[in-house]
């Protein structure tokens, strides 16, 4: 009997809570007014514009001039004053 005393109560205490709630929300509006409602209809919605071409993309530049080696036939940089393979200094 206890618990169901004790739903009982809980059910009386939330419906007053709810009647409370609902004659001060009555007041507030009252005294307040409602929330503006907006009246105007949305807009129909623009389509979206197209994306923006995008850039044909920059090739990759050749990042770097190569020369093969004429000892082990590695690629080496003209840059590199030897190749590193082989350690033959480059031309
Ligand atoms: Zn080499």
Redesign the pocket.
């Known amino acids: 009997m206890g618990l169901l005393l004790k739903l009982a109560l809980l059910g009386v205490a939330l419906y007053a809570a709810y009647r409370t709630f609902s004659r001060w929300k009555g007041l507030y509006d009252r005294f307040v007014g409602p929330p503006p409602v907006p009246q105007k209809p949305e807009p129909p919605r623009a389509p979206e514009p197209a994306p923006a071409p995008q850039t044909a993309q920059a090739k990759p530049k050749v990042i770097e001039e190569t020369v093969q ?6 690629y ?1 940089s003209t840059a590199a004053a030897k ?6 200094p480059l031309p």
Do not use: K, T
């Open positions: 080696c004429a000892g082990c036939g590695a080496v190749c590193g393979g082989c350690g033959r």
